[in-house]
């Protein structure tokens, strides 16, 4: 059984909730560790923090962690009550450099080689890269196929009245991006 450890994450992304099998809701957290690896916080009950543990993007943050049931390698399950935050968001200043600092020594070639690596070793499932071209970039609009008890659990405010001008958040992002990849990254002995 998984013993609970204590690390240090920079958050770096937060997913959208949606309602939970167990619980009330689930929202994924990413991050960046203090020893310069992904790692992905699951299940957090984000909107359920109290106050002085809702951390923000780019905040430090230390927590009691352990290797979650999830099969990917960066999925750690969390103790909220542990969770404690270290410092405010890292600045933007110098062109962003604080973060970059941290997260580019992450970044692959592409994403492309993000896959290729995930069907070789099973590895990466979180990743970043940068296009080498945008070809394209569409936002749709999207509707969440939750039920009626599902929308209950996320203990939203939601009446007949305002239920659709409230489903209006709700959006997909895709990008068309020329992939390529870098012959000397792929090299994975």
């Known amino acids: 059984?998984?013993?609970?450890?204590?690390k240090k994450v920079l958050i770096t992304a937060r997913t959208y909730p949606t309602p939970a099998w167990k619980g009330v809701e689930v929202s994924c957290t990413a991050g960046v560790t203090d020893t310069g690896q992904w790692?992905?916080?699951f299940p957090m009950p984000y909107r359920f923090l109290s106050s002085d543990k809702r951390f923000r993007k780019y905040q430090w943050i230390e927590l009691?962690?352990?290797?979650?049931?999830d099969p990917r390698p960066e999925s750690y399950q969390l103790n909220i009550d542990s969770i404690n935050i270290l410092s405010k968001p890292l600045p933007t200043s110098n062109?962003?450099?604080?973060?970059k600092e941290i997260i580019f020594p992450l970044k692959t070639a592409s994403l492309c080689y993000?896959?290729?690596q995930l069907d070789k070793t099973g590895v990466p499932t979180l990743g970043i890269f940068k296009?080498?071209?945008i070809r394209?970039?569409?936002?749709e609009r999207a509707e969440p196929n939750w039920s009626s008890k599902q929308l209950e659990r996320l203990n939203y405010p939601f009446s007949k009245l305002n239920q659709k001008e409230n489903w209006k958040r709700f959006h997909i992002y895709l990008a068309?991006?020329?992939?390529?990849i870098n012959p000397i990254a792929m090299d994975m002995n």
């Open 39 to 41: 790692i992905r916080l």
């Open 64 to 69: 009691s962690t352990k290797k979650a049931s």
């Open 95 to 99: 062109n962003w450099k604080a973060r």
């Open 131 to 133: 296009p080498k071209t």
């Open 114 to 116: 993000l896959k290729a």
């Open 1 to 6: 059984m998984a013993e609970w450890i204590t």
């Open 136 to 139: 394209g970039f569409r936002i």
């Open 176 to 180: 068309t991006i020329l992939c390529v």
